[in-house]
């Protein structure tokens, strides 16, 4: 069973900084690639950052110089550190593993006032 629990979402103003952490099981943390997404209200879920395994990253035009995506194999863990945010930025994010298909976690609401 998929486990990716994440946490770290909340309001911030414009320009400002979020750190989103997603916890996953062990099983399907180790050598896959683990990603981002976003889904603002009446979108469809896009695709925000990537990290393979050894550290290769992957970011949407949008978020690039000021996301960054990273991960600590030894925790399980994956992050998405972001800053100059953007009232754009606001959706619900998803911590996912790609293992042929994509799977998601249960999102985590980031709210970016003007």
């Known amino acids: 069973q998929v486990q990716l629990v994440e946490s770290g979402g909340g309001l911030v103003q414009a320009g400002g900084s979020l750190r989103l952490s997603c916890a996953a099981s062990?099983?399907?943390?180790?050598?896959?690639?683990m990603g981002w997404h976003r889904q603002a209200p009446g979108s469809k879920r896009d695709l925000v950052a990537t990290i393979t395994s050894r550290g290769n990253t992957y970011y949407t035009d949008s978020v690039k110089g000021r996301f960054t995506i990273s991960r600590d194999n030894a925790k399980n863990t994956v992050y998405l550190q972001m800053s100059s945010l953007k009232p754009e930025d606001t959706a619900v994010y998803y911590c996912?593993?790609?293992?042929?298909?994509?799977?998601w976690g249960q999102g985590t609401q980031v709210t970016v006032s003007s």
């Open positions: 996912a593993v790609f293992r042929m298909i994509w799977t």
């Open positions: 062990g099983s399907i943390f180790s050598g896959n690639v």
